[in-house]
């Protein structure tokens, strides 16, 4: 839900836009103000999750972002839209970082590139389905029905979770006080930059956008300096200690700026300058959805055994060769000879850099910090997708109503996707100086991996009991006995 949320509202902004004659700062603020709360929260949310149990803080924010999705599908104003997107970036923030940290303490170490792999791969195929998705409802219903999808899926998953997920948490964290006073310092550190960064371009260098730019970064600063004193950080600054913990966040936030740069212009460009309908701009990007589906876990897989080095260098090298070509697209083209061919390109790419990062991360951070290490990550990744809706469209000239006029939106977009093809080259470079080749080796665990070892039951979570009641004899019987019971 909040990945499919990070693309699908997207494809109806034009059509937000006419609805409630919104100005191209408020059409920002829609998508920003669900990624502003996300990421000012997601690390709070890991932490929480690591403290309180993750499946409860997960189960929360699910119910969280159902109830926000419901307000944003009745929304009578641009206003209350936006309100209802920063509440469904909070509930985005509980859910997300809790659903990589349940799989990661759920699953053996030599299973888990693959298990996160898939993540990784369900999750792009989310991100890229969401536009066909919403194209589709916004031409059959209305843009308010894309909202309105979230309410089954939400009632679905709360059902499941509860069920069927395994519980876990980080047993020195358990009890810790909350850091509310991080959470703060980070939130209004983000929300004063990012308005700064918005408003701009239509109000210039005033006193309120210096005074909130300024308090932005202040804020930031405090954050780091507050973290570092308390003795209960939401961001435990040790595990940055990691060098590639760090380095492969580096890799996500240039690689993910560039990405979120693309979604946020691909479907507005093949709808304002080329004609496409909602359903057929959507459907422009069904490709990478095939692309992650069938290739992101084995890309998983395939960091697992020669390290994730390679991948991170030739995916975003690869999507930066993707959106080159992208850029030459001009209306009138054909889709099967001048967007098909780079939207392909792109999807490869991009499958060779979702699950390698992500297991990256979670490798090289203590088990125990899972869920803040995930936290992390993704806050990460959506403040560079912040940044990229922020910034693309001054550096593009997409200001004021120029997002709507067909020429300027071609010149735009193209320049914006040049720009997003050097960060994502730089990324695969900074992959190359910084990420070790074995960083994903596992060492075979006490006993060796027999084929006894190899057919125990995998059921049995790492860091939490069994998803079933009454396995617990399964998680700690001798080899022989677990596999006759399995």
């Known amino acids: ?272 300058s080329l004609g496409y309908s909602p359903i057929a701009a959507g459907s422009a990007s069904l490709p990478v959805t095939f692309l992650m589906l069938l290739f992101s876990a084995r890309a998983g897989m395939l960091a697992q055994r020669i390290g994730p080095r390679l991948p991170l260098t030739i995916g975003p090298i690869v999507i930066a060769l993707g959106l080159l070509w992208l850029s030459q697209v001009e209306p009138g083209d054909s889709y099967v000879s001048a967007i098909l061919p780079p939207i392909v390109v792109f999807g490869l790419g991009l499958t060779l850099v979702v699950a390698p990062v992500t297991a990256t991360v979670l490798a090289a951070a203590d088990s125990r910090h899972s869920g803040i290490a995930s936290g992390v990550n993704n806050a990460v990744a959506r403040v560079a997708g912040l940044l990229a809706v922020a910034v693309l469209p001054v550096i593009a000239g997409l200001t004021g109503d120029s997002f709507y006029d067909p020429e300027k939106m071609t010149d735009g977009f193209q320049m914006a996707m040049m720009a997003c093809a050097a960060l994502s080259a730089a990324g695969g470079l900074l992959a190359w100086l910084t990420i070790e080749p074995n960083v994903l080796h596992t060492e075979p665990e006490p006993g060796g991996d027999t084929p006894d070892r190899l057919a125990e039951d995998h059921t049995c979570a790492i860091n939490g009991p069994p998803l079933r009641p009454g396995r617990e004899a399964d998680c700690t019987a001798e080899p022989a006995e677990t596999t006759a019971t399995t």
């Not at 983000?190 to 730019?213: D, H, K, N, R």
Request: charged share 10%; with cysteine.
């Open 1 to 272: 839900m909040a990945f499919l949320d990070g693309t699908v509202v997207n494809v109806a902004l034009p059509d937000i836009g006419r609805d409630f004659d919104a100005s191209t700062s408020a059409l920002q603020w829609i998508l920003n103000g669900y990624l502003l709360t996300l990421a000012s929260l997601i690390l709070l949310g890991g932490s929480l999750g690591d403290r309180y149990g993750r499946r409860r803080v997960f189960v929360l924010g699910v119910a969280l972002f159902t109830l926000a999705s419901l307000l944003c599908a009745i929304a009578p104003s641009v206003e209350l839209l936006i309100g209802a997107r920063l509440l469904q970036g909070i509930g985005g923030a509980l859910l997300t970082p809790g659903s990589l940290a349940l799989i990661e303490a759920s699953f053996r170490p030599t299973d888990r590139a693959r298990a996160i792999g898939a993540w990784s791969g369900l999750g792009g195929v989310a991100t890229a389905f969401g536009p066909l998705l919403g194209g589709y409802l916004i031409e059959a219903v209305s843009w308010r029905a894309i909202f309105l999808i979230n309410l089954p899926l939400g009632l679905f998953v709360g059902w499941a979770a509860g069920r069927h997920v395994p519980e876990s948490s980080d047993p020195m964290a358990a009890g810790g006080k909350v850091d509310l006073q991080g959470a703060a310092l980070a939130a209004l550190g983000l929300a004063g930059t990012t308005y700064a960064l918005i408003e701009a371009p239509g109000q210039g260098a005033s006193a309120a956008i210096l005074v909130t730019g300024l308090g932005g970064l202040l804020a930031l600063a405090a954050f780091f300096v507050h973290e570092r004193r308390t003795a209960n950080p939401m961001l435990p600054l040790e595990i940055f200690r990691s060098r590639q913990f760090s380095a492969a966040n580096a890799v996500t936030f240039v690689v993910y700026a560039a990405l979120g740069g693309v979604f946020f212009l691909l479907v507005a460009f093949l709808q304002i």
